[in-house]
C-alpha cells in the first residue's frame, strides 16, 4: 500500500492498481479537480456574509478560515482581502467600514 499525500487531498491506492498508467489516471482526477476547489472557494469568500446574531469574532475566523485554504492552494489574493472582510459584514457596521476605507 502507498499512502500519496497533497495539500487538500489524500488518498489511499492500494495494490489494485498494477500498472503505472492506472496510478497516474486516479491521481489525476484528484489534482483536476483544483481549480473547481479555487473557484468554489473563492465563490464562497466573496458571497460570505455574516449572519444575524453572529458573533463578529465567528465571522471573521469563518473568513480566515477560507483565507486560508484559498492560500494552501497557491492562490494570493491578499490586496483584496479587506475588501472583502468589509463588505462581508451587515450594514449596521457602516461606521466602522467608512472608518476603515478613510
Do not use: G
Not at 31 to 57: G, V
Not at 82 to 99: K, N
Amino acid at each position: 500500500m502507498c499512502v500519496v499525500a497533497h495539500p487538500n487531498t489524500v488518498q489511499t491506492i492500494t495494490p489494485a492498481f498494477h500498472e503505472e498508467e492506472d496510478i497516474w489516471d486516479k491521481l489525476h482526477v484528484y489534482y483536476s479537480k483544483q481549480p473547481a476547489q479555487k473557484a468554489m472557494l473563492l465563490k464562497t469568500l466573496i458571497l460570505l456574509k455574516m449572519k444575524n446574531k453572529e458573533y463578529m469574532r465567528d465571522h471573521i475566523q469563518n473568513f480566515f478560515d477560507i483565507v486560508n485554504k484559498i492560500q494552501k492552494m497557491k492562490l494570493e489574493i491578499i490586496d483584496l482581502l479587506i475588501i472583502l472582510l468589509l463588505y462581508s459584514i451587515p450594514d449596521e457596521y457602516e461606521s466602522f467600514r467608512i472608518a476603515i476605507e478613510t
